[in-house]
């Protein structure tokens, strides 16, 4: 490691967040870099409710999922019917897929974006289109457009987008649906938009919304709010839709606890600040021993990075996980770059030190 790389790992941040034990050798194995998790945890006040657990799960959710609709519409200033939670922003994709695919309608989505979705479109026999991003790594809208015909049912804006972690410009998205035939729904996908710094070209549909009655708007609880093994999640979008996306949803399917849980944390807007700026300083920190290795990384709005090892990915893969360290596998859309989420700082000393081990850049065979 050169004296840059070292020096800047000796940072420490974000005293509110609980921590690991410091020191590698207590660090718990593997180490999770591969699905986007908030790697420190919730927030202290919805561990004390998690603490509850055990005298709460005797019962089935009564009140629970109307006190967590009602903060959130207060959140986003919408109407309670405007709010359908999900288990994980995953179950409103698998609902989406459901409301508005199936056998001879068409999902338009870019490439290479979250694959769930397109997984579902095509468990319900719909045709998935995928466009490949700009050279910018935006979804290209324009593509879009031209393949969104009669057979759509539904477009899929990710934004910030997985695996890329790059963002499309709100005022282009705009435009585009302008211009969509008024029958597509449009799904957009806000799972990481607390971790876009301020930025001239991002504005989150629910921060600033737009009056669109095509629109859904998923966000999730995995990320910033660390609860991603509570699996909760929620849309937002005119009640109508609500209806036709919820008509095939269990009743109870979100348990009591994360309910709770997902209450809490919506309560706890300072942890929210504080989680914001941790993921801030450790992007910056990745980006920086990126950079100390003269490797690689596009540019991060999220809590993950696409980094580029200058060596055969596979073979960087399959050597940070016989070494413990898992990061997301090589994707087709994008061989020279594999998927990093960002872990605490033990972590990430963790992930450097085991990428140090690897022969130099210039001696490997592309
Ligand atoms: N959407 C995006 C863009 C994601 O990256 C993920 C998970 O990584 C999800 C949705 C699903 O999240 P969950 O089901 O945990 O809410």
Redesign the pocket.
């Known amino acids: 490691m050169t004296g840059a790389a070292a020096q800047s790992l000796n940072r420490l941040s974000f005293a509110e967040v609980p921590r690991p034990p410091q020191g590698t050798s207590q660090l718990a194995r593997p180490i999770l870099l591969d ?2 998790e908030n790697a420190y945890g919730p927030s202290k006040k919805v561990l004390a409710v998690l603490r509850e657990a055990p005298s709460i799960g005797n019962r089935y959710p009564r009140q629970e999922y109307d006190i967590l609709r009602g903060k959130l519409a207060a959140l986003h200033t919408v109407k309670e019917e405007q709010i359908l939670l ?8 698998r609902l989406a897929a459901t409301a508005f695919l199936g056998p001879g309608r068409q999902l338009v989505q870019a490439s290479p ?2 694959e ?1 979705l397109g997984n579902f479109a095509r468990s319900v026999g719909a045709e998935v289109v995928d466009v490949p991003l700009t050279k910018m790594y935006e979804h290209d809208l324009g593509a879009m457009l031209a393949r969104a015909g009669k057979s759509t049912g539904l477009v899929y804006i ?1 934004n ?3 695996p890329t972690a790059s963002l499309t410009p709100r005022k282009d998205i705009e435009s585009f649906l302008h211009k969509l035939p008024g029958s597509v729904t449009v799904l957009i ?1 806000e ?2 938009s607390h971790f876009v710094s301020p930025h001239l070209g991002y504005t989150s549909f629910l921060d600033h919304p737009f009056d669109d009655p095509r629109l859904v708007v ?1 966000r ?4 910033v709010y660390g609860l ?1 093994g509570m ?3 929620y849309a937002v979008n005119a009640p109508d839709l609500l209806r036709r996306l919820s008509a095939s949803q269990l009743r109870y399917g979100i348990s009591v606890i994360s309910a709770k849980a997902a209450s809490a944390a919506v309560d706890d807007a300072n942890y929210v600040r504080a989680a914001i700026k941790s993921n801030s300083d450790d992007r910056q920190e990745f980006m920086n021993q990126v950079n100390a290795r003269m490797l690689r990384a596009l540019d991060s709005h999220a809590n993950f990075a696409m980094m580029n090892p200058v060596r055969p990915v596979d073979m960087v893969v399959d050597h940070l996980k016989k070494n413990n360290v898992l990061v997301a596998p090589r994707i087709p859309a994008m061989e020279k770059y594999f998927r990093v989420s960002f872990g605490t700082p033990d972590e990430m000393q963790e992930f450097w030190r085991v990428m140090d081990l690897l022969p130099p850049t210039g001696k490997m065979a592309m």
Do not use: V
């Open positions: 699905h986007n999900g288990c994980g922003s995953s179950e409103i994709l974006t979250y769930s990710c910030p987008n997985n996908d799972a990481y998923c999730t609880f995995s990320k991603a699996r909760i999640g």
